[in-house]
């Protein structure tokens, strides 16, 4: 199972224990395998670079979704397939875990055909075309955002420390109405679907900490109205052909092979329907299942009602994973 942006492999495991993901599946006989994405918490180790240096030494944070989706999904498949002795395994994504798969699924498609027997993409993101939540605020404010970043060499965002920690765990717990309004303006249309419980145990472990690369490539795609690649240039103040610039290679969804399972919160303001069922259409024959519940960006993790997971994902990993005491399941 693989998380989403400035989330960790935890969020996994954050509702109540007969309903939380990896818990209904370890139940069910699976070997469960949470990732946890380069940069997270419990993700800043590198052989040669270092997550803590300044400016110009911030390799380590030059890396977004298609980074993810060429070194690091396969490293955990090729990793999990090896220990569990197995040929292929199931991935459930949420969030960004959807966006990597889509992209290495997108342009290697044979060897995630060779690996992955189903995808689960909960609340699968591509395209975004909203109108409200962050994503929005960020994308049509870009140019500032990243001039920002760059100026107070902000290459790593809200890390899991003291201080942002300390926001959540304040609010959310002494003052919870600020943490459902926060909410409702940048994730959820609708926070009534959540585990009031379960949303205060998640966001004191939040946040998680990602590249800023990794948020400006969906605020990019975001105002090109297309799922593309990083530009180098979306801001470049000198750029006589700023449309060119910013236009990059599109990710060819079509390409892709694998069993696809999309679950889609109606409410969701982050990964809406309408860019899902986009989505659905530029794969094809490939998607399996499509599934619309009520809920917002976190109800895939938190939310009151999980029947879509406990009744309707097993359901697809028992026809796709049939062999549950034999069967891996990664995330």
Not at 167 to 173: I, L, N, Q, S, V
């Amino acid at each position: 199972m693989q998380h989403g942006l400035m989330d960790a492999a935890d969020a996994w495991v954050m509702n109540w224990a007969d309903v939380a993901p990896a818990f209904v599946t370890s139940r069910a006989g699976y070997d469960v395998w949470l990732g946890n994405t380069r940069g997270n918490t419990y993700s800043r180790s590198h052989i040669s670079l270092n997550p803590d240096a300044m400016y110009p030494y911030h390799e380590f944070w030059k890396f977004d979704f298609t980074s993810m989706g060429t070194y690091d999904i396969p490293a955990e498949l090729d990793y999990v397939t090896s220990h569990a002795g197995v040929e292929k395994v199931t991935y459930i994504g949420h969030s960004q875990g959807t966006t990597q798969m889509f992209f290495g699924m997108s342009e290697f498609p044979e060897y995630y055909d060779s690996k992955v027997n189903l995808f689960v993409g909960l609340g699968p993101v591509t395209k975004i075309t909203g109108d409200s939540g962050y994503m929005y605020n960020i994308a049509y404010n870009y140019d500032a955002m990243d001039n920002y970043l760059n100026l107070y060499g902000f290459w790593e965002i809200m890390p899991y420390n003291w201080k942002y920690g300390n926001f959540w765990r304040m609010y959310c717990t002494f003052a919870a109405w600020v943490c459902e309004v926060i909410e409702y303006n940048f994730i959820s249309h609708n926070p009534l679907a959540d585990d009031p419980d379960r949303f205060k145990v998640y966001v004191n472990h939040e946040p998680n900490g990602a590249s800023a690369q990794s948020l400006l490539l969906f605020a990019q795609n975001m105002r090109m109205d297309r799922f593309q690649v990083w530009s180098d240039k979306f801001n470049d103040p000198f750029s006589l052909t700023p449309t060119k610039d910013r236009t990059t290679d599109e990710i060819p969804l079509g390409n892709i092979i694998v069993p696809t399972a999309l679950v889609v919160a109606k409410e969701d303001t982050v990964a809406t329907p309408w860019d899902a069922q986009w989505t659905m259409s530029q794969i094809g024959d490939a998607v399996v299942s499509y599934q619309e519940i009520a809920g917002g960006h976190v109800t895939y993790i938190i939310g009151k009602d999980m029947s879509y997971f406990t009744e309707n994902v097993m359901g697809l990993l028992a026809e796709y994973n049939p062999s549950p005491l034999n069967a891996k399941v990664t995330a």
